[in-house]
């Protein structure tokens, strides 16, 4: 079955820099779009970047130029490199696979299978 496993998260300074890695397994991991969503406390989850198959991203206005959505297909991860970290940053972090195969959206429901998550907290 399909897993996504997260990791890097954790503790920094306003202005460092963070690397979330997801480990995939279960499918074909270069057939699917992916995505990295969040969530604050007392918040809805909402729409990091995503990346198609063929290596398109889209980002939400809020991370552009500060975040980085990449994949490794030999190593079935998806990765996203996160600069620049605001407290406003602070969230949950999860990984997903569209549900199928195709373009995604930056939006919940276009994400069928999701990982654990893992925290990212922001210090000002």
């Known amino acids: 079955q399909v897993q996504l496993v997260e990791s890097g998260g954790g503790s920094v300074q306003a202005g460092g820099s963070l690397r979330l890695s997801c480990a995939a397994s279960?499918?074909?991991?270069?057939?699917?779009?992916m995505g990295w969503f969040r969530q604050a406390p007392g918040k809805e989850r909402e729409g990091v970047a995503v990346?198609?198959?063929?290596?398109?991203?889209t980002y939400a206005d809020f991370v552009k130029g500060r975040f980085t959505i990449s994949k490794d297909g030999a190593k079935s991860t998806l990765y996203l490199q996160m600069n620049s970290l605001k407290p406003e940053d602070i969230a949950m972090y999860y990984c997903?696979?569209?549900?199928?195969?195709?373009?995604?959206?930056?939006?919940?429901?276009?994400?069928?299978?999701w990982g654990q998550g893992t925290q990212v907290s922001v210090s000002s």
């Open positions: 997903a696979r569209r549900r199928y195969t195709g373009r995604a959206r930056l939006q919940y429901d276009d994400f069928g299978y």
């Open positions: 279960g499918y074909t991991f270069g057939a699917y779009s």
């Open positions: 990346i198609d198959a063929d290596g398109r991203a």
